[in-house]
């Protein structure tokens, strides 16, 4: 198709998704921000339209959809619906997470893989994108329902994954407990003892840091990002979402660099603790969701010089840092004017396409420092891929050892952004720097390798 402005490239990509992929709203959303970062380039570059690179891209090769039935603690049937989306393989294995959460649905899953296929291009590392779940949330269900429902999720899985094929993790709702019931039933099934998952335990072919490092690499990457204007976490108030894997450790390095962080939250409010979080309260915090499982307003009742805010999100908190932790469009316009006129200088996303649209365009007018997940929250899966290296030659590698790659890697996909996200003006859009860079990576791939 020959498009002669970015305009009608944009519009006329966008029409044929659209029409092609009804409904799903969050991946058009995912889709459109893309092609936007990437319009002037595929202008330049007419051979990337003529082979119909991007076409390509917003086509999952393959996706897998299920039935998932299990029994509840009650002798009761239910069922639930698994996904899989292997979205794109050119420079590596599919690899992303599995989420378990009610609003589950296959736009939900589509926007992910897409976005992972950037990101894990991004990282460094040799994997490709996919993404997986259920609408089935394990919150208020016990520990042999959860058990009983993975293994159900696995045994249809498991013909679709592979160490060298397809390596899931963790993602909302599918934390240590569930990445340990899904393994032991792929080892029963395959009688086979491999990477074929990442996030294992410590003592089972897990990898040192890989719950702490998409939280621990977002503040890598905000970090570099602040040295960009020569500032830094130290002294600075920080407003953070979630309360759950990124969450938790996002607020503990920033507390390590100085920071004092001021909310958390779950899906029915958020905490203000004034104060800031320390090192005890984040290990209560830790112990309250990940042993307990319970709410974050237990938080203001433990210590009450917080204050717990039913139904509201915490945006509205003075702060100098924004690092949004729990799910997609989390953040709205009003949200984003709000924490721009309160004097907030950098959003860095730990939670993917947490910002809407809109919000995203008021943080870029604003001339803040604004970074998507796809680059900010690679820490995640780049340590998945340092557990799978480390299962491949059967080592385990130290703390240190692994978060010195982190550090790289993180530093490494900021420099990407820099690279290709450098405005004519001197301001860095690390939209533009992520995409365009995780693109070309991709695309290159997919050249060399044919119509496949
Ligand atoms: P967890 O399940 O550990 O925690 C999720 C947190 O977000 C919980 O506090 C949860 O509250 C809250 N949350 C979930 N859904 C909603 C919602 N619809 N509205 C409001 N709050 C919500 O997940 P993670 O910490 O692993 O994931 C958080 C985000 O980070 C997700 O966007 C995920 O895709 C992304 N991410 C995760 C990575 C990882 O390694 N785990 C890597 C890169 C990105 P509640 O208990 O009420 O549901
Ligand atoms: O969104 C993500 O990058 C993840 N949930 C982590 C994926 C992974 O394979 O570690």
């Known amino acids: 198709m020959f498009y002669n402005s970015a305009e009608s490239l944009i519009q006329g990509f966008m ?61 009761n049937i239910q069922v639930n619906r698994g996904f899989r989306v292997q979205m794109n393989s050119a420079i590596g294995p599919y690899k992303g997470g599995i989420r378990f959460h009610e609003s589950v649905n296959l736009s939900i899953m589509k926007f992910l893989a897409f976005e992972q296929t950037f990101k894990n291009a991004l990282t460094t590392l040799p994997m490709g994108g996919a993404k997986g779940g259920s609408d089935f949330s394990p919150r208020g269900k016990s520990d042999d329902e959860v058990m009983k429902f993975c293994q159900s999720f696995l045994t249809e899985l498991q013909r679709h994954i592979g160490k060298d094929t397809d390596v899931p993790a963790g993602d909302i709702g599918v934390g240590g407990r569930e990445i340990g019931y899904l ?46 204007r020569g500032e830094s976490f130290e002294g600075k108030t920080v407003t953070i979402s979630g309360a759950g894997n990124v969450a938790q450790f996002a607020a503990e390095k920033a507390f390590q660099l100085g920071a004092k962080v001021v909310t958390l939250s779950d899906s029915n409010g958020f905490i203000h603790d004034p104060d800031g979080l320390d090192e005890e309260k984040i290990e209560y915090v830790k112990e309250l969701k990940n042993i307990y499982r319970g709410r974050i307003r237990e938080y203001a009742q433990r210590y009450p010089t917080a204050k717990y805010y039913p139904n509201a999100r915490p945006w509205g908190i003075k702060c100098d840092i924004a690092l949004p932790c729990a799910t997609q469009n989390e953040i709205n316009k009003a949200e984003a004017e709000t924490l721009v006129a309160n004097g907030c200088f950098c959003v860095a996303e730990g939670a993917n396409m947490p910002s809407e649209p809109d919000a995203i365009a008021v943080f870029q ?46 530093s490494d996909i900021h420099s990407a952004c820099l690279l290709h996200g450098r405005e004519e003006d001197g301001s860095i859009n690390y939209v533009k720097g992520a995409n365009l860079a995780g693109f070309i990576k991709v695309a290159d791939a997919m050249l060399a390798q044919g119509l496949v």
């Open 15 to 75: 029409g044929n998704v659209i029409a092609k992929n009804p409904g799903e709203r969050e991946f058009h959303q995912a889709v459109s921000e893309v092609v936007g970062s990437l319009a002037d380039y595929l202008l330049t570059h007419p051979h990337l339209l003529e082979r119909k690179i991007l076409e390509r891209m917003v086509e999952p090769e393959r996706i897998v959809i299920f039935r998932v039935p299990w029994v509840d603690d009650k002798g």
């Open 183 to 228: 393994f032991g039933q792929y080892k029963r099934l395959q009688n086979e003892f491999g990477g074929v998952l990442t996030g294992k335990g410590l003592n089972w072919g897990g990898s040192p840091l890989r719950p702490e490092a998409t939280g621990y690499g977002l503040c890598y990457f905000a970090s570099e990002m602040l040295a960009t």
């Open 365 to 410: 007018k604003a001339g803040i420092l604004y970074s998507p997940g796809k680059a900010s929250n690679a820490g995640g899966v780049a340590t998945s891929g340092l557990e799978m290296t480390q299962n491949s030659i059967r080592l385990k590698w130290t703390p240190e050892e692994v978060d010195s790659y982190l550090h790289r890697i993180m």
